[in-house]
């Protein structure tokens, strides 16, 4: 009997019934045809994720609860999708069974192919195009053309769109991880530190001339992070800390929408800062327990479904289901540090540290733009708002991360990590 309820309480257990009670009561409140279309995609997607939970404690060897987490986050995503907008709910499952399918793509394919830590060039000149792209053929959207968008009327969302900076923010870790597990074999080449700076912050430049400078502090994030921790010349550390000071203040002083988000965060009273306000007002409404799932208003909130989704769980499903999602990244990222720290392979080691660094400060300038702990970002909260692009590319980082979780055998292993 004791053995049966300990099998009930099973985490993917839990989710799935989590699962069920949100999606039944939410087609409470829908019209008749959406609710189908909305029973469809979600029984699709619960049985995928829980199917997928499975799967993966038969398949790694590494922690499968990284992927249980997130899909508490992915499920959590859905629901508040489809509480704000119907198609966009309908469209949010969609990317995320699309998504799952990248997961194990990306995690079989980093896994079984071993010539990741030799394309640090290939990356490089790939992510240049993808740069050279976006100012070609990039189209502007709330002040950043970081946009490239096939058909429709021209907005994201509609026809073919997709940020190119989410998948160049995956190729730059894989260059940083590349440069610092091969840098023996750089030692004869003079300044090679300040080579490698000097490419990240070229495609950082490319980002202020798109004006995404929320991307632009992940990339510095992301470089500053494992360059503290692997860089052996301790000059180059301040050196860039005294560039991120000084690109924060020319983008300041440079474009005028940063200025707008800065003047914002500091008086939201101001005329412009009505977004910011309708945020807190739906925090504070929600209360610790929320008004019910349904039952807000979470659409006074402009871009809600994607910038400020984590008012609208707030203002829904309570206070207490915010602090519940703030805990389950910190678990995530705490998770992903401790994959780098028992990881024997130096390479797939910066791999996971820049994974951690890219959930952890996505999720931290999300969140705190909504909250007014920053200024905002434009940022999207990973796995739960509203973007095909971001969900997708989440799930590449996943999967390499559940690669990175698992003791590389069949990869050789080094007595002393290259960096040393």
Known sequence: ?????????????????????????LMFYKDEEASKA??????????LLYISNILLEKVTSGDSYIFMIVSMLVSIGAIMN????????????VWALISIGGFFATYFLIKYVDIWDKLMTPLILLSLGLFLATMVFGKVYNGSKNWIII???????SGFSFQPAEFIKLALIFIIASFYYNKKYYENVKYSSVIMMGIVYLFIGFLFLQKDLGTAVMFLAIFMGIQFIYEDKRGLIFFSIVLTVLAVSLGYFKFAHVRKRFNIWLDPWSEAGGQILQS???????????????LGYPKLIPVVSSDFIFAAIC??????????????FLILVYRAFKVALVQRHPFYRILAI?????????TFLAIGGVTKFIPMTGITTPFISYGGTSMFTS???????????EELKHKPIESEPAYE
């Open 395 to 405: 799930f590449i980082a996943l999967g390499i991360l559940q690669v990175c979780s």
């Open 1 to 25: 009997m004791l053995t049966r309820i300990t099998k009930l309480r099973k985490p993917r257990n839990l989710l799935l019934l989590f699962d069920i009670l949100a999606i039944g009561l």
């Open 151 to 157: 058909g429709g009327d021209g907005s994201p969302g």
């Open 38 to 47: 909305m029973g469809i995609y979600a029984s699709a997607l619960i049985a």
């Open 315 to 328: 203002e829904e499903l309570g206070v207490l289901t915010g602090i519940g999602v703030i805990m389950m």
């Open 354 to 362: 820049g994974i951690a660094i890219s959930f952890g400060i996505q």
């Open 280 to 294: 807190l007002f739906a925090i504070s409404s929600g209360g610790f327990t929320g008004v019910g799932l349904g």
């Open 82 to 93: 489809f509480s704000i907008d119907q198609s966009l709910g309908i469209k949010h499952l």
